[in-house]
């Protein structure tokens, strides 16, 4: 592995082929290798071989990394060779681990280890030059010339005191012996040598150098500080003796440029002052002492498992290793005395660039820097540290860092490191314990008379001069063990209550005390109790017979279990458990565990036998150490009521809340609502919030547990009688200011901040305004980038105000409000109960979604699994499904009646073979098992240390389990008996999840796949690139069988063929693209910088093929005519958008957009988008139509707004930064900015003289809510940042940022007191809108008046104020706050909807405008899936509103016996049984012409057809059905209609000819009724009438096709009835009856069907409570058409109460009717709603 885990230095030589094979076989642990001349272990097939201990097999070690020399470019000295020897120990799949560098010792040579086999040439040590030359011929220094001036060599004088990164192995020494050693750089670029030319500043005259490795030029530059600033002296080639003419000060640094061969290499410096100048002197010599072994490391960032502390101590090569390379940092003690540090220096096993040396009084700081350097340099702290020192690790060259040993010196005398309290040494181990009693003193008592762990003991007098049972701080631990006083626990003899809650964070408990003393133990404990394995309290104390401990008030609460856990390079392995009455009493030992493993949590069964203060005592420690990571407690608290629910009683009701609506991710929203490790984390913002129903219960107080330092400042608290967001726009009832702080870095103060707080609702916000049912909590002034929410409790009692006929409860949808008992067996819908910690952002909910792409995923660092309640379901089987990118290899499946057992599990399954079913994951046969209530799932042995669960399904009987489905095939489509979109939707879903999972894991296979470019690799590339190919043709295929004739389908699957044949290609030319650029990489080593370079050219080439080839390859299917359309429709946009021809179809319309103008016109597309978004915006605000509806149906479908339309960054605002410059007086001249990184393009300054604070323009703003108004600000600069660079400007691929000249914005003294700087107008394509400012310099005044007023909010910490200081590390970091615009008109546009409907409740005013109904409909058409559900519940809770008095009238008539209950259709007025729909009636004419699926050619199939109909006198308004006409790709000169689009223009011709008749017909028979029942008419009431309504649209006529009547025998249109309708409103039930019988005997025979929604109380149901009798009438009329031209008419017969209501239900059901859509392109329901609402107008939709 030495030639693979380079962690950036040069490879090894190269090997033969066979021998390279075996290095990529061996595994990745450290070789354990004796030294020179001594036996060696030998590993693998060589001999006799000893494996390494097993370790879990998830986890990798870091592997240690050989290093080679560098060969000098001569031959005189050919560099050693490292070669590897390797363990058994598997490596983990996927991640490389650390190797550590093999570096020399300070001032020792490297001894460098080698197994049996002959040592091999580095790979990529610095190459030599192709020329051998001899000893001889290397450069001479030159003599002086014949001169009178004499010059004496001083190189021994001159000492190297700085240097870039050195090779190791080469070190700067070399550059001082007389031999052909060398000095060499690690790097390229960047390198330099600083030179010391003593305390009085030698002059130096000339200067010379022997090359190892030569440059072109070296730059010589000088100063009096050795970090500078420098002054440019001279340059030249480092073998030319230059002259520096002795103007050099004390330093000299030398900085090497034009290197092309990978490295510098200085193998002698020659150094010359003029005969009888000053020689340099030296610093004072100084004797130093070692002292390493009396300075201990006391704290220090995660460890890498198997890498101890301890291992820096040890002469081995042995080293500590860090976990990561995030915060890498040690911090060591120097003793009680403070010992005054002069040198410190490391040996590396992972190096990095920069070691920062701070120091403090305290092991936790504040810390004060001393210096920094390289680590492996000798680094002076001169005795100016305090008791504490650490060192922050930065500029790492690897993921790592490796400390393989410390050397630290004090000047010879000074006094040495005391340890603490003669604390033992790390290695030193306690040999021998004595305990004594008093001379005929009772002994302890053997273990079998110590009482059992549960048993409470007596109270007893405690022995005088015996020692106590429970030490005092400091003291001595009772003896335990054989002889003791208590036998560990047995965890199998206990289980957790089923009741029983994570309680630590309940108010009530308490971290009260600890020994040591611990200055800030409230954050120390929220660190134990956060639940992440890196966060951590520690507590350190030598004496190894004192325990460590903390102690805890729990109040009231009683404690079920305790667990407790270590982190594992600081463990315990004894943990001892105390409690007692009183914080200062007795504490009697009640728990013990001995001998804890490391990285094992251990739960103690307390079962609340325990007094109000717990004791945790912890024994055992690493040297004397203990990092306590999990303390969680949990148990009950006492019950405020013994009856919950009981009206007058306060109880705890969270369980009875549900999440409505949040700011955050709705899925996430509900774990506030549940006791369990994961948390709501709200997007950055300036607000967040979420909306409650909390049903019928009035709020006594909510009680909030925050994550730590997430405590806002503010909370407002709302109320609402509805709830989505809009309703919420109103004052809040009541504020709640918070105890908090405002920066997220200040320890201290958050110390003092509580993590629970508790919000106490006062009764008025129900008396003033009577109860409401939903709340809103909205949270402010908070100051980390996520606020996140660990848990919200609800606490009050059952509401005794609200009236029966409140509008905020309908039994429905709530239930009737009381608190019954269900059974418990009764069936319900499985959900997760319990899981491990959720990364955030991938919430548990996703495994239910169908979609693979969303997942659940364990937080890192934690042992994933999730508990499911079956819910009383017969579960038969289960299918468990990863995501394939997170391999894993072992799955347990266990089942118990207890969700959160620790012993009650009993193990089903166990398969150890899912790395080889990632792509389809794992089913399983549960029916030969006992399966109980829960069942868990727990994964192991990850490839990539975290795991992400796609899907888990329970397959079995019933309604909410899920039901076996084979998988579709193609001869499923092909065999489809009519055109089924939701199947063929299906289908293309299923294979684009089969394709994702195999191209994702085509893309880990070759990614591990060894060696690049090899045969293996070779093959799962092409079969990487075949599987991305094939998604560009393989979905024509089902897509044709939806063609609507057989023609259209055929042409789709020769394209396909075409297609196919293209992607062939295609896939060669990637594969070939990335062959080509692995060989340059492999050419460029490793030279990262070309590798980055290469790697971006790749891949921008690779985008540009692949859009070349897309175009190329979807063009071979298009409509023929697609350009026509779309210059048609884009000549629409942009001279009449209020209309649009009718000449063509949706479709069509549809195909010209994404078939032609995508690929030829995308300036064009965005240019008409941009006009579009334009006027729906103008709509928006004027409350206008100023675009055809169908406009906006295409505005926001399949993502063409946010593609051509308004760009992800549209409408985020800019990052804003206000400073007040009062302080001058004077003027600014200029401003300038030094920006790492923006996605700005713009800077505008503008200026005021005031700061003008008005009240917060948003809606739901408090009166005493200001926000800064602008207005005033006069623009008086500007700098546009698109001329930049992009890279440059946003830091990437080595973009340096723009610098403080190039960003110099003149303002020529125009500013007044305040400035305002903003960066925006961000690009249109970034996706992150940020802002990296790390200085903002004023020109002409003085800088340090200006003061920061306002910005921004910033990020991580990294505040604005930052912007003024003149320092290299800080920096004002940002994001843009806010919504991008798409989102904010969705959100706007689902306000407005819900709105509308509620005017119809009473509490609203019970009405709407005709104005404000159509323009909802208007804004429906905006397709707009994300708020679609939450439009619906509101248009279902008031549909349900409205039905109110529809079932008082049912219940009336009910109760009155109406005629109307039993109406029916008598035989004898039936037409023939076989009339079932329009087909019967006119097949015997259009079957002439029809046939499934024909495509009609015009004009020999069609014109004949249309001289037919005119005849007959159908009135054709398009004779030559052009509006009907297509082509095809393949045969663009052949149009035809297809015969289903033929067969419905002739069922709407013979309609709108027969629709004046029935109407007629209909009005006759109401007089005719009126008159004989003695009644007025006219009525004198508009309402009471025949209602005619207009001939239905096709465009609804298809919906119903798609939705509906697609299984229907061809043409399906026919199976509409309702084409030609009317309704007839009738005053009351007895003149519906007499009607109804009046239309029976005119149209006798001829009645098909009748439906009586009033014979059955359930068929309301369907209607929300709209009912009518609906008669289907076999109509025909031989005045209009010949006899036999008949079809389907529908008269409805209502009643006038019914007819009211359905006036305003009209909108609402207009939403709700959309819910019944598919899984199709067309028929999901959102598209389905906005189809149905733009279907007005001309245009066929």
């Not at 010589?220 to 003419?245: C, Q, R, Y």
């Not at 609200?802 to 499985?830: L, N």
């Not at 799932?937 to 888990?952: D, T, W």
Request: glycine content about 6%; some cysteine.
């Amino acid at each position: 592995m030495g030639q693979c885990l380079n962690n950036g230095q040069p490879n090894v030589a190269d090997k033969t082929q066979d021998e390279q094979q075996a290095a990529t076989q061996t595994k990745d642990t450290p070789n354990e290798s004796a030294t020179a001349g001594g036996d060696q272990k030998v590993y693998g097939d060589q001999g006799d071989t000893k494996k390494e201990p097993e370790t879990k097999p998830q986890e990798e070690t870091p592997a240690k990394q050989e290093e080679a020399k560098p060969a000098k470019q001569e031959e005189e000295k050919p560099a050693a060779a490292a070669t590897t020897t390797t363990t058994s120990k598997p490596a983990k799949p996927q991640e490389e681990t650390p190797a550590k560098q093999e570096e020399a010792k300070p001032a020792a040579a490297a001894t460098t280890t080698t197994t049996s086999k002959p040592a091999e040439e580095p790979k990529a040590t610095p190459s030599k030059t192709e020329e051998k030359k001899d000893e001889e011929a290397k450069p001479e220094p030159e003599e002086p010339a014949a001169a009178s001036v004499s010059y004496q060599d001083v190189s021994e004088h001159v000492r190297c005191v700085d240097s870039s990164k050195t090779y190791g192995g080469y070190p700067l020494e070399n550059m001082f012996t007389d031999s052909s050693d060398y000095w060499c750089s690690a790097e390229s670029t960047n390198v330099y040598l600083t030179f010391d030319c003593g305390t009085n500043a030698a002059k130096i005259a000339q200067w010379q150098m022997v090359m190892g490795y030569d440059c072109g030029k070296v730059t010589f530059s000088t100063s009096d500080s050795k970090s500078g600033p420098w002054k440019t002296l001279v340059s030249g080639k480092p073998t030319d003796n230059i002259d520096l003419g002795k103007k050099n000060q004390r330093y000299i640094r030398l900085e090497f440029d034009e290197v092309d061969s990978g490295y510098v290499g200085v193998q002698q410096v020659q150094v010359r002052i003029v005969e009888g100048d000053e020689a340099p002197k030296p610093e004072p010599t100084k004797s130093y002492q070692e002292v390493a072994d009396k300075v201990r490391c006391v704290d220090n960032s995660k460890t890498y498992d198997g890498y101890p502390l301890e291992n820096m101590y040890n002469d081995s090569s042995d080293y500590w290793c860090s976990e990561s390379g995030d915060d890498v940092f040690l911090t060591f003690d120097c003793g009680t005395n403070a010992a005054k540090i002069a040198q410190w220096q490391m040996v590396m096993g992972y190096d990095c660039n920069k070691v920062t040396f701070s120091t403090s009084d305290d092991k936790r700081g504040p810390w004060t820097t001393m210096t920094s350097g390289r680590p492996d340099q000798k680094i002076d702290l001169d005795g100016k540290n305090k008791r504490y020192i650490r060192l922050q690790f930065d500029e790492l060259q690897s993921s790592y860092v490796g400390v393989q040993q410390i050397f630290v010196r004090v000047l010879e005398g000074d006094e040495v490191p005391k340890p603490a309290d003669d604390a033992p040494a790390a290695d030193e181990k306690v040999q021998q314990i004595f305990v004594r009693v008093l001379e005929g003193d009772e002994v302890p008592k053997p273990a079998d008379d110590a009482p059992a762990a549960d048993e409470k003991k007596e109270a007893e007098p405690e022995p005088v001069a015996q020692e106590a049972e429970e030490p005092a701080a400091g003291g001595a631990a009772p003896a335990t063990g054989a002889g003791g006083d208590m036998a560990d626990e047995n965890e199998a003899d206990f289980d957790v209550a089923d009741d029983a809650e994570d309680i630590t964070l309940n108010e009530q408990l308490k971290c009260i005390d600890s020994y040591p003393k611990q200055d800030d133990l409230a954050t120390q404990a929220q660190a134990a109790h956060s639940g992440s394995a890196y966060e951590m309290m520690t507590l350190s104390e030598y004496e190894a017979t004192k325990d460590v401990w903390i102690k805890y008030d729990v109040g009231t609460l009683k404690i079920d279990t305790l667990e407790v856990g270590f982190y594992e390079a600081l463990h315990a392995s004894t943990v001892k458990i105390y409690t007692s009455k009183a914080e200062d009493g007795h504490y009697e030992l009640i728990k013990m565990k001995r001998n804890l493993p490391k990285k094992e949590e251990k739960t103690f069964f307390l079962k609340s036998k325990h007094e109000r203060y717990i004791k945790i005592a912890i024994a055992d420690r690493t040297s004397g150490t203990a990092s306590i990571n999990k303390v969680k407690f949990n148990g009950f608290e006492p019950k405020v009521s013994s009856a919950p629910g009981a009206v007058g009683g306060i109880v705890e009701f969270t369980s009875n809340v549900s999440v409505y609506q949040a700011s955050a991710k709705k899925e996430s929203a509900p774990n506030v609502l549940k006791n369990n490790a994961d948390v709501l984390a709200f997007e950055r913002g300036a607000t967040a919030w979420i909306i409650f129903d909390c049903m019928r219960y009035e709020l006594d107080r909510i009680v909030i547990t925050f994550e730590p330092k997430c405590v806002p400042m503010l909370v407002k608290f709302k109320m609402s009688d509805v709830a989505p967001r809009y309703s919420f726009n109103i004052p809040s009832s009541k504020k709640f200011n918070l105890d908090s702080c405002f920066k997220p870095q200040h320890d201290a103060a958050w110390n003092k901040v509580k993590q629970v707080q508790t919000l106490q609702i006062d009764e008025s916000c129900y008396t003033q305004d009577g109860f409401k049912r939903y709340i809103m909590l909205e949270f402010s002034k908070f100051y980390v980038d996520e606020l996140k929410v660990r848990r919200i409790q609800f606490f009050g009692q059952l509401s005794t105000r609200i009236p029966d006929d409140d509008e905020q409860f309908q039994v429905r949808f709530d239930g009737d409000g009381s608190e019954a008992k269900k059974d418990d067996s009764t069936p319900y819908k499985p959900d997760v109960v319990d899981n491990s910690p959720t990364q955030q952002g991938m919430p548990i909910a996703n495994i239910w979604k169908p979609e693979d792409h969303f997942f659940w995923m364990g937080q890192y660092g934690t042992d994933p699994y999730i508990t499911l309640d079956t819910g009383n379901n017969k579960v038969e089987s289960i299918l468990v499904k990863a995501y394939p990118s997170y391999t894993y290899k072992t799955l347990k499946i266990s089942t118990g009646d207890k969700p959160k057992s620790k012993n009650g599990w009993t193990l089903l399954v166990q398969d150890d073979e899912m790395t080889s079913k990632m792509t389809d994951g794992g089913t399983y046969d549960l029916t030969k098992y006992e399966v109980k209530k829960y069942i868990k799932l727990e994964f192991f042995e990850f490839g990539m240390q975290v795991f992400g669960l796609s899907s888990v399904k329970l397959y079995g009987p019933g309604e909410f389990l899920d039901h076996k489905e084979s998988k579709l095939s193609m001869e499923d489509i092909k065999n489809m008996k009519f055109k089924d979109q939701d199947l063929v939707q299906k289908y293309i879903d299923q294979m684009q999840k089969d394709h994702i999972a195999v191209i994702t894991q085509m893309a880990v296979q070759a990614s591990q796949a060894k060696p690049v470019l090899g045969d293996q690799w070779m093959d799962l590339k092409r079969k990487y690139y075949d599987a991305q190919g094939k998604m560009l043709w393989a979905y024509t295929e089902p897509y044709a069988y939806l063609a609507d004739t057989d023609y259209e389908r055929d042409q789709i699957l020769m394209a396909m063929q075409k297609q196919k044949e293209e992607c062939a290609q295609f896939t060669k030319e990637q594969l070939d693209n990335e062959v080509a650029m692995e060989k340059k990489l492999a050419k460029v080593g490793e030279d990262y910088k070309a590798q980055g370079e290469i790697r971006t050219q790749w891949s921008e080439e690779l985008q540009a093929h692949q859009k070349e080839w897309h175009k190329k390859i979807f063009s071979i299917w298009q409509d023929p005519k697609a350009k026509l359309i779309w210059q048609e429709w884009k000549n629409a946009v942009k001279t009449n958008p209020r209309q649009i021809s009718s000449a063509f179809t949706v479709a069509e319309y549809d195909n010209c957009i994404t078939q032609y103008a995508m690929r030829n016109d995308e300036d064009g597309l965005r240019e008409c988008f941009g006009i579009l978004a334009d006027l729906f915006d103008q709509s928006m605000e004027q409350e206008k139509e100023m675009l055809h509806k169908f406009f906006v149906y295409q505005l926001n479908s399949n993502y063409l707004y946010q593609t051509y339309a308004r760009s992800f960054s549209y409408g985020i605002p800019p990052v804003s930064i206000v400073v007040d410059a009062a302080s001058q007086k004077g003027k600014v001249d200029a401003i300038a900015f030094r920006v790492s990184a923006t996605q700005a393009q713009k800077i505008v300054i503008s200026t005021a003289d005031e700061l003008r604070e008005v009240k917060q323009q948003s809606e739901d703003a408090d009166d005493d809510e200001t926000e800064i108004d602008y207005s005033n600000f006069n623009i008086i600069g500007q700098l546009d940042l698109s001329k930049f660079d992009p890279k440059k400007r946003k830091g990437e691929d080595g973009g340096e940022g723009l610098s403080l000249d190039e960003t110099k914005v003149k303002i020529d003294r125009k500013n007044q007191r305040y400035i305002r700087v903003e960066f925006g107008d961000w690009e249109e394509k970034a996706n992150w809108c940020s802002l990296q400012c790390k200085r903002m310099k004023f020109f002409g005044t003085d800088q340090s008046g200006v003061k920061i007023v306002t910005a921004t909010k910033s990020t991580g910490g990294q505040d604005a104020e930052n912007v003024l200081k003149e320092d290299d590390y800080s920096m004002y970091y940002t994001y843009a706050i806010g919504k991008n615009h798409k989102e904010a008109i969705e959100d706007r546009i689902r306000d407005k909807v819900c709105e509308g409907v509620n005017y119809l409740r009473k509490s609203r005013g019970g009405k709407i405008s005709k104005h404000d109904k159509h323009f909802v409909k208007f804004l429906l058409c905006f397709q707009n899936e994300r708020n679609y559900a939450e439009m619906l519940y509101s248009a279902k809770l008031v549909m349900g509103l409205l039905r109110k008095p529809l079932d008082i009238e049912y219940k009336r008539l009910q109760d009155t016996n109406a005629g109307i209950l039993t109406l029916a259709l008598d035989p004898q007025y039936r037409c023939d049984k076989s009339f079932r729909s329009n087909h019967q009636c006119l097949e015997w004419d259009y079957n002439k012409w029809y046939k499934p699926r024909n495509a009609m050619f015009w004009p020999q199939d069609l014109k004949p057809l249309a001289d037919e109909w005119t005849k007959l006198g159908l009135n054709l308004t398009d004779p030559e059905f052009k509006q009907l006409r297509r082509t095809s790709s393949f045969e663009p000169d052949k149009s035809f209609v297809s015969s289903d689009d033929l067969a419905m223009e002739y069922l709407n011709l013979i309609a709108y000819k027969l629709d004046s008749g029935f109407q007629k017909a209909m009005k006759e028979l109401f007089k005719q009724n009126r008159e004989k029942m003695g009644r007025s008419y006219p009525t004198g009431n508009a309402d009471l009438d025949v209602q005619s309504g207009p001939v239905k649209t096709k465009a609804r006529q298809k919906i119903k096709v798609d939705l509906k009547y697609y299984v229907q025998p061809a043409p399906q249109c026919m199976a509409v009835l309702d084409i030609v309708r009317c309704g007839i409103v009738c005053e009351d039930s007895e003149e519906l009856c007499s009607l109804y019988q009046l239309i029976m005997e005119r149209f006798k025979g001829n009645i098909m069907r009748v439906k009586n929604a009033f014979d059955d109380i359930k068929k309301g149901d369907d209607s929300h409570g709209y009912r009518a009798v609906m008669i289907n009438i076999k109509f025909g009329d031989e005045s209009l058409l010949p006899k036999g031209y008949e079809m389907v008419c529908e008269a409805q017969l209502l009643l006038n109460a019914y007819y009211q209501v359905r006036k305003d239900m009209h909108l609402g059901y207009g939403i709700t009717r959309s819910e019944d859509g598919g899984q199709g392109k067309d028929t999901k329901p959102f598209v389905v709603l906005a189809r149905d609402c733009a279907k007005f107008g001309a245009l066929d939709i």
